[in-house]
C-alpha cells in the first residue's frame, strides 16, 4: 500500500470527492458539515447497550439537528456524530485514513474513533456521493467548544491499494 501524492492522488480521488484537491498534496481537509447528530438523553443511569449489526438503526438514538449561523456549542464531555461538508465516492482500488487535526485535539476536541473510509465506501450507489459521518467529543472537563460549518476538524489520507496482493503482503 503506498501512500497518493500530487497529480497522482488528484488523478485518483478528484472525480470522487466533490471539493478539487490542492495539487502536491496527498491529503485533504475534512470540515464540519450543517448536520449533526446529537444523543439522545435515556433516564439517568440506564445503561446503554453497545448498537450491533442488523438492530434498530443508530440513528434511532439520536436527534437530528443542523448547525445554524451561530454555530453549536459542544458540552463538556458532550459526543455527537457530525457530518462532513465533502461529499465522497471511494472507488474500489482507493482507502481513505481519516485522523483528527492536531489544532482541534489541542483545542479539546476527540476522535472516539479510528476513521476508514473503506475501498468501494458508496461507490456505485445511487447517492452517487454523501457526506462522512465523524464521531467527535467535546474531552473538556469545564469548557464547551464552538463548533461552526466550515471548520478544518480532520483530514483524510488516501491511499492507492490497487498493488496490494490477495495475500495482503
Not at 439517568?44 to 442488523?54: A, N
Not at 456505485?124 to 463548533?147: A, K, M, Y
Amino acid at each position: 500500500m503506498k501512500q497518493l501524492t500530487g497529480v497522482r492522488l488528484a488523478e485518483f480521488v478528484s472525480k470522487f470527492v466533490s471539493d478539487p484537491l490542492t495539487p502536491g498534496y496527498s491529503e485533504l481537509d475534512i470540515r464540519v458539515g450543517l448536520t449533526i447528530y446529537i444523543y439522545r438523553e435515556q433516564e439517568p443511569h440506564r445503561t446503554q447497550r453497545i448498537h450491533r449489526l442488523g438492530e434498530e438503526p443508530w440513528e434511532n438514538l439520536y436527534d437530528k439537528a443542523t448547525i445554524g449561523p451561530q454555530g453549536f456549542f459542544l458540552k463538556a464531555g458532550e459526543f455527537i456524530v457530525v457530518n462532513s461538508l465533502e461529499d465522497f465516492c471511494i472507488p474500489q482500488n482507493i482507502k481513505g485514513v481519516l485522523n483528527l487535526r492536531s489544532f482541534a485535539a489541542k483545542s479539546g476536541l476527540g476522535q472516539t474513533a479510528s476513521l476508514i473510509m473503506k475501498p468501494g465506501w458508496n461507490y456505485g450507489t445511487d447517492n452517487d456521493v454523501q457526506p462522512f459521518r465523524l464521531e467527535i467529543n467535546n474531552s473538556l472537563s469545564h469548557h464547551d467548544l464552538h463548533i461552526c460549518t466550515g471548520d478544518v476538524i480532520g483530514q483524510v489520507e488516501f491511499y492507492d491499494i490497487s498493488e496490494v496482493c490477495d495475500d495482503g503482503k
